[in-house]
């Protein structure tokens, strides 16, 4: 059908139809919408902390979060140099019932030690957000750890929206402790004649001539040398400049 009609056909649909490359690449890590994610194999030998990975999802007809670390990051390589990340990762149990997730106001604690869902282990590495786990203060010996989101640095979530009469709203300008008056005969590129009633001031509108100034100029006085330039020349063309 694609041959018959391309225009009719969605090229990458048409892409992921002709399957991937057999030979696939393993990653230690990646940078993902501006977020590096390191295997925890990797990241268990540094001190910062680069592998904890949540996704949404549903679970048994419920929208939840699923929570885990990062193992591997796998590159599928297809037609017309077409590539696809997936991330396999290590997910914990979040089923309320087995309480191994507990979900306070401010935070949630997540049981570490019980795994999960081990028979869906891919994402895509677009889907993915990173998060942190941190030692639970209350239970410092044990698995289980305080899960932590944050906003990286430089990355801002603005929402799409191509409306912009959606986003913006009309600024209510009207002040309400001012009568309101009207006002006739407004000149609007001059304000001759023109008497606002927040000032008293009267406008001035009579003649002057340069007689009526106590202004006296003598050009001899004047330096007729011509003023230096104090900034040095710069050449254009010089690298070291730009």
């Given at each position: 059908?694609?041959?018959?009609?391309?225009?009719?056909?969605?090229e990458e649909l048409y892409i992921l139809s002709s399957l991937p490359d057999n030979r696939v690449s393993s990653l230690k890590g990646c940078i993902v919408?501006?977020?590096?994610?390191?295997?925890?194999?990797?990241?268990?030998?540094?001190?910062?902390?680069?592998?904890?990975?949540?996704?949404?999802?549903?679970?048994?007809?419920?929208?939840?979060?699923?929570?885990?670390?990062?193992?591997?990051?796998?590159?599928?390589?297809?037609?017309?140099?077409?590539?696809?990340?997936?991330?396999?990762?290590?997910?914990?149990?979040?089923?309320?019932?087995?309480?191994?997730?507990?979900?306070?106001?401010?935070?949630?604690?997540?049981?570490?030690?019980?795994?999960?869902?081990?028979?869906?282990?891919?994402?895509?590495?677009?889907?993915?957000?990173?998060?942190?786990?941190?030692?639970?203060?209350?239970?410092?010996?044990?698995?289980?750890?305080?899960?932590?989101?944050?906003?990286?640095?430089?990355?801002?979530?603005?929402?799409?929206?191509?409306?912009?009469?959606?986003?913006?709203e009309d600024v209510n300008l009207l002040r309400e402790d001012i009568a309101e008056e009207i006002v006739e005969n407004v000149d609007v590129h001059g304000?001759?004649?023109?008497?606002?009633?927040?000032?008293?001031?009267?406008?001035?509108?009579?003649?002057?001539?340069?007689?009526?100034?106590?202004?006296?100029?003598?050009?001899?006085?004047?330096?007729?040398?011509?003023?230096?330039?104090?900034?040095?020349?710069?050449?254009?063309?010089?690298?070291?400049?730009?």
């Open positions: 059908m694609y041959k018959l009609n391309p225009s009719q056909i969605n919408n501006g977020v590096k994610f390191i295997v925890k194999s990797r990241d268990d030998c540094r001190q910062t902390q680069n592998c904890g990975v949540t996704v949404a999802g549903v679970h048994n007809y419920v929208e939840d979060d699923y929570y885990g670390y990062l193992d591997e990051v796998i590159e599928l390589s297809f037609i017309r140099d077409y590539r696809i990340i997936l991330f396999k990762c290590t997910w914990f149990d979040t089923d309320l019932r087995r309480k191994h997730v507990v979900f306070e106001p401010h935070f949630i604690s997540i049981d570490t030690s019980r795994n999960a869902y081990k028979e869906d282990p891919f994402i895509l590495a677009n889907e993915a957000q990173q998060v942190f786990y941190v030692n639970d203060p209350l239970k410092p010996k044990s698995h289980w750890k305080i899960i932590e989101r944050i906003t990286h640095r430089h990355l801002w979530d603005i929402p799409e929206n191509n409306n912009v009469e959606d986003l913006l304000s001759n004649g023109y008497i606002d009633d927040f000032f008293d001031d009267e406008i001035d509108n009579s003649d002057h001539s340069m007689e009526d100034f106590d202004l006296e100029l003598n050009l001899d006085d004047l330096d007729k040398e011509t003023p230096t330039n104090d900034i040095e020349n710069v050449n254009s063309d010089d690298d070291d400049y730009w």
